[in-house]
Nanobody
Framework: QEQLVESGGGSVQAGGSLRLSCAAS????????KAWFRQAPGKEREVVAA????????RYADSVKGRFTISRDNAKNTVALQMNSLKPEDTAVYYC???????????????????WGQGTQVTVSS
């Protein structure tokens, strides 16, 4: 059964760093566009970053450009999100997602993504 499992969340002070990882099980989920979304309390889920199957195309939310980096290791079926210079407004539950319709075209809308992980909490204190 296809599954996405996030890890690496936690609590950190502003200015600190965290690295999230998403492990994909099931061959079909592994070979497609992946993204990280986040949802803060009382807010809508929003895209953070997305990456094509080859890793050659990446897209970022304006709020995280220059601070976050998305990458993937297809041999290990993992996608990572390196988060640096964290701010309190980065506090949210972070979700890994897969777009089962695309390998190369990277979308940033929620409706484009078919499989979701359970999420991992990131808390940034000031």
């Amino acid at each position: 059964q296809e599954q996405l499992v996030e890890s690496g969340g936690g609590s950190v002070q502003a200015g600190g760093s965290l690295r999230l990882s998403c492990a994909a099980s099931g061959r079909t989920v592994s070979n497609y566009v992946k993204a990280w979304f986040r949802q803060a309390p009382g807010k809508e889920r929003e895209v953070v970053a997305a990456i094509s199957w080859t890793g050659g195309t990446t897209r970022y939310a304006d709020s995280v450009k220059g601070r976050f980096t998305i990458s993937r290791d297809n041999a290990k079926n993992t996608v990572a999100l390196q988060m640096n210079s964290l701010k309190p407004e980065d506090t949210a539950v972070y979700y890994c997602a897969a777009d089962m319709n695309q390998r190369m075209v990277v979308h940033t809308t929620i409706r484009s993504y078919d499989y979701w992980g359970q999420g991992t909490q990131v808390t940034v204190s000031s």
